[in-house]
């Protein structure tokens, strides 16, 4: 079966006699007499066209009627083709204006095969813009699945601006490089980048510079011949030719070899890529490049050629650390906890505002990755996330931070809470003692004043349990 159609014709003759062909073009048809049934009779037939006749005696609307309230209160992108012999110019006119498919007059000029012709390219352009649709309902869900994977969390001033400058770029097809402190987020930026970029949809891959050789990365980003490895060598298919038309991430571009940059800037300038063993090939390749060292220092660096980093300054993209984000560390906090909440089915009661000046007090030195990890270590520890137990792991991270700020008595003014303070006093207390004595919790305790029960307890309210076991193993 070719497609659908549903005549609205008071003319029972013509009607027939369009039913026929129609039918013998292979089309299923039905016909309707009179708008009062007709509405009824669509939504069960649910056709592709609708044939329809400006006056309809003996109806309540007419044609003109009919179609308006089809493109003003029905959704199904149904096509109408309107016959009629009598329509003045003015009527003519509405019915394109309200948005008619096709306009048709009976008489002498009428052409039955004319009008199948009109059905059949009628049809399909219905079954295209339903093809359309559905890719981009398909699309629409490809990016929220992204979105969700990689969130881009954060309302800053620097975040949005950062997502403005994302944005541009991608929208005008360049290669960017993308700077930040580790665990910043340049993998959500990338991510970003793509999900708003022309090339969304096709292929996108992360290769992490940093963990191939230069044989292994060439391999990797140029591919090899088939059979170079021998005759049972199928060859290998390289990124640059899977990412044609695509994204490819190069994670901390300066492990890059000089000799792959050169390669990488080929690529870029030339839009082709020598082949390991084999022939050159065409690509057309867009770059993500991130990198862990500022500009400057990546400007006066050895590790980067000279050419191939004039080629990338001019599209940088800088992300700010944690500690120049303000308010984000709490929405970031906000968002793991939720999250790890759920996964781990664990009870949320939570004021972070409450927390702000205690948490952003910390320079979070490993960003937004640190202060997921710390939200996932007490998600797995408690069994109730709430300030309390929030402020506890808090204070116990500072005192275990090598390079925490505060010296001497002002470490333990810094914590705010006599209980906390004198729990920090007493682990930074404890632990040389154990070191001293071999970890042995008998002979330490005898050392300090405690029963040995009475260190046990406390070793596992500090937080000292682990350390003791890794050293005692």
């Given amino acids: 079966m070719k497609g659908k159609v549903i005549i609205l014709e008071d003319d029972l003759v013509l009607s027939e006699q369009i039913q026929k062909v129609l039918k013998t073009a292979d089309y299923s048809v039905l016909h309707s007499t009179n708008s009062d049934t007709f509405f009824e009779e669509l939504r069960s037939f649910m056709p592709d066209v609708i044939l329809l006749d400006v006056f309809l005696v003996g109806s309540r609307l007419n044609g003109i009627q009919v179609l308006k309230y089809l493109k003003e209160h029905l959704d199904f992108n149904y096509k109408v083709i309107v016959i009629s012999g009598e329509a ?16 048709l007059e009976k008489g002498a000029n009428f052409s039955i095969n004319q009008l199948l012709l009109h059905v059949e390219n009628a049809v399909t352009l219905k ?15 490809l990016k929220k699945q992204f979105t969700r ?17 994302l944005v541009k770029f991608a929208a005008v097809d360049e290669d960017i490089l993308i700077l930040g402190e580790n665990g910043t987020g340049k993998e959500v930026a990338a ?11 096709m292929p996108f891959h992360t290769i992490l510079c940093s963990s191939l050789g230069e044989d292994l990365i060439e391999l990797e980003l140029f591919g090899r011949e088939r059979g170079i490895g021998g005759k049972d060598d199928r060859g290998t298919i390289g990124m640059f030719e899977k990412c044609s038309e695509g994204i490819l991430f190069l994670d901390e571009v300066t492990n890059l070899s000089l000799r792959s940059q050169a390669k990488i800037l080929r690529a870029v300038d030339n839009k082709e890529i020598q082949v390991i063993g084999g022939n050159i090939k065409q690509v057309n390749t867009r770059l993500v490049y991130t990198s862990n060292v500022d500009l400057k220092a990546l400007a006066d660096s050895s ?34 906890i939720t999250s790890y909440a759920n996964s781990y089915h664990l009870s949320e009661q939570l004021d972070l505002n409450a927390l702000k000046e ?12 640190e202060l997921k990890n710390f939200c996932r270590y007490i998600s797995i520890n408690e069994r109730e996330i709430n300030n309390k137990t929030i402020i506890h792991h808090f204070h116990n991270k500072l005192l275990q931070t090598p390079d925490f700020h505060a010296a001497g008595m002002e470490r333990y003014f810094k914590i705010n809470g006599i209980r906390d303070s004198t729990a920090a006093f007493e682990r930074d207390y404890i632990l040389p003692y154990l070191e001293r004595n071999d970890w042995q919790v008998s002979k ?20 000292i349990s682990a350390i003791l076991e890794s050293q005692q193993k």
């Fill in 88 to 103: 003045t110019n003015e009527q003519v006119k509405q019915i394109r204006e309200i948005g008619a498919y096709h306009f």
């Fill in 149 to 165: 994977i990689f969130p881009f969390i954060g309302e800053s001033e620097s975040i949005q601006n950062l997502r403005t400058q």
């Fill in 444 to 463: 330490t305790a005898k050392a300090i004043g405690l029963e040995r029960t009475t260190l046990y307890k406390k070793i596992r309210q500090l937080g």
């Fill in 127 to 141: 079954r295209q813009e339903e093809q359309n649709l559905d890719l981009q309902i398909e699309y629409l869900n």
């Fill in 358 to 369: 205690e948490l952003l007090s910390y320079d979070w030195p490993g960003n937004v990755r």
């Fill in 303 to 336: 590790r980067i050629r000279r050419d191939f980093f004039f080629r990338i300054e001019g599209n940088v993209i800088r992300i700010p650390p944690l500690r120049e984000r303000d308010d984000d560390i709490l929405l970031l906090m906000s968002y793991f």
């Fill in 191 to 201: 991510n970003y980048y793509y999900v708003n970029s022309k090339r969304f949809g």
